[in-house]
Nanobody, 123 residues
């Protein structure tokens, strides 16, 4: 049974940093590209960062230069280091394995998502 467990969310002031973690089980983590997604209030879930099995990363423009994605295959854990947080980063953050569906686009692998972790950026 696949499990995705996100943690590390908190309420922080603008400009602060947070590190999220995603611990997985039920599949061979090292064999999958992984991604972080987020769902802002009133919006659909969006993919914000992808890391390949070789450690290559890609980010959406809104987080590029502020967020850093990494993975520890020995611990089956995915990380997201977030800096210079703004209120626009307020969202529930999720992780999932992903696979390429063509034209540089990725789709999540597991339909059973984790609970996510809430990040609130507010003064």
């Amino acid at each position: 049974q696949v499990q995705l467990v996100e943690s590390g969310g908190a309420t922080v002031q603008p400009g602060r940093s947070l590190q999220l973690a995603c611990s997985v089980s039920g599949f061979i983590f090292s064999r999958y590209p992984m991604a972080w997604f987020r769902r802002k209030p009133g919006h659909q879930r969006e993919q914000i960062a992808v890391i390949t099995t070789r450690g290559g990363t890609n980010y959406v423009d809104s987080v590029k230069g502020r967020f850093t994605l990494s993975r520890d295959d020995a611990k089956d854990t995915l990380y997201l280091q977030m800096t210079e947080l703004t209120p626009d980063d307020t969202a529930v953050y999720y992780c999932n394995a992903v696979h390429l569906i063509g034209h540089g686009k990725w789709r999540w692998v597991w339909d059973d998502w984790g609970q996510g972790t809430q990040v609130t950026v507010s003064s």
